[in-house]
T-cell receptor, first 113, second 111 residues
């Protein structure tokens, strides 16, 4: 059981380049999330999707776009990368019902130079 | 979502119980208390959650005060592998689950 899979695991971008971080889950979960974690900090919610076809802003959405492609996949796009977006990005998923826990991927380490 | 407050760091001797406190004085009646941990730079891992009653699983116990304004996560016999950042989150869960993380408590288990 793969759980939550993120690709790529590492990426280096130049300022102004664009890229898409991919996330897929195989647990038939309705809700999916994208977080960023800066060094020595906690996780901050970028965007989340409560169900297929819906997305909502989290705490730090500026500079990012998301797509809930289908129930399995939730992608995060950086249109014009900036050094301030250097971070570790985590994807997570959970079931819709209350009283359930979330499962996290292993992260994508992004460096913008 | 209710805000939670945790101490930034704690130490615990290996083999002893680790008691991690969390304050959530503004928690609403339908919000659960969730605990996650993050070992090194890995993705966070779910530990336990509860609403009103104390809960126990194979990893830990969760003690929630009667007024639900605070809780304690107990690792009964801490090992070096329990060294991690522990996050306490108050959330409804499910469709309204935004799962907002705070800064957590860095637990250092000492040999």
């Amino acid at each position: 059981n793969a759980g939550v899979t993120q690709t790529p695991k590492f990426q280096v971008l130049k300022t102004g380049q664009s890229m898409t971080l991919q996330c897929a889950q195989d647990m038939n979960h309705n809700s999916m999330y994208w977080y960023r974690q800066d060094p020595g900090m906690g996780l901050r919610l970028i965007y989340y999707s409560a169900s297929e076809g819906t997305t909502d802003k989290g705490e730090v959405p500026n500079g990012y776009n998301v797509s809930r492609l289908n129930k399995r996949e939730f992608s995060l796009r950086l249109e014009s990368a900036a050094p301030s977006q250097t971070s570790v990005y985590f994807c997570a998923s959970s079931q819709t019902q209350m009283n359930t826990e979330a499962f996290f991927g292993q992260g994508t380490r992004l460096t913008v130079v | 979502d209710a805000k939670t407050t945790q101490p930034p760091s704690m130490d615990c001797a290996e083999g002893r119980a680790a008691n991690l406190p969390c304050n959530h004085s503004t928690i609403s009646g339908n919000e659960y208390v969730y605990w996650y941990r993050q070992i090194h730079s890995q993705g966070p891992q779910y530990i336990i959650h509860g609403l009103k009653n104390n809960e126990t699983n194979e990893m830990a116990s969760l003690i929630i005060t009667e007024d639900r304004k605070s809780s304690t996560l107990i690792l009964p016999h801490a090992t070096l592998r329990d060294t991690a950042v522990y996050y306490c989150i108050a959330d409804y869960g499910g469709a309204t689950n935004k799962l907002i993380f705070g800064t957590g408590t860095l637990l250092a288990v000492q040999p």
